[in-house]
């Protein structure tokens, strides 16, 4: 699994599209061993070039773009909350980065399920 948050989403994204990294690579004009190395959370700081050559290469939709740029500033984000929101559609941008930035205390971390549950009830009680 991807060491961060940033690596996760563009794993999922890129294999969301059936690509491999060196076609990713050729459709970005990003290098394949970069990729590669922010997949693994080798790197984790790319540029905002950087960023949209892969966004537009992903062919993301806007909420996942959204994801994928704010992933690019906050890469260290739980990677299992990421990948959690990129599969579930119903998840909206602004609670996945509410969800984002909570802190826990204690040893044991809620699921991404429960805690954007907690999130969307914290947004319905605004309501």
Do not use: C
């Not at 050729?26 to 290098?31: A, G």
């Not at 062919?59 to 990129?86: C, G, Q």
């Not at 040893?107 to 954007?116: D, G, H, K, Q, W």
Request: aromatic share 8%.
């Amino acid at each position: 699994m991807p060491a961060n948050g940033f690596g996760t989403a563009l794993k999922e994204l890129r294999v969301r599209r059936t690509l491999s990294q060196r076609e990713l690579g050729l459709l970005s004009e990003v290098d394949n061993a970069y990729i590669n190395r922010l997949e693994t959370g080798e790197k984790d700081n790319p540029t905002a070039e950087t960023v949209t050559k892969l966004v537009r290469a992903l062919k993301a939709s806007e909420r996942d773009t959204l994801i994928f740029k704010w992933l690019a500033e906050h890469p260290t984000t739980w990677p299992d909350l990421v990948s959690y929101t990129l599969i579930s559609p119903g998840v909206p941008y602004d609670h996945f980065v509410s969800a984002a930035g909570m802190s826990f205390r204690g040893e044991v971390r809620p699921t991404p399920a429960s805690l954007l549950a907690r999130v969307k009830r914290m947004y319905d009680e605004e309501e």
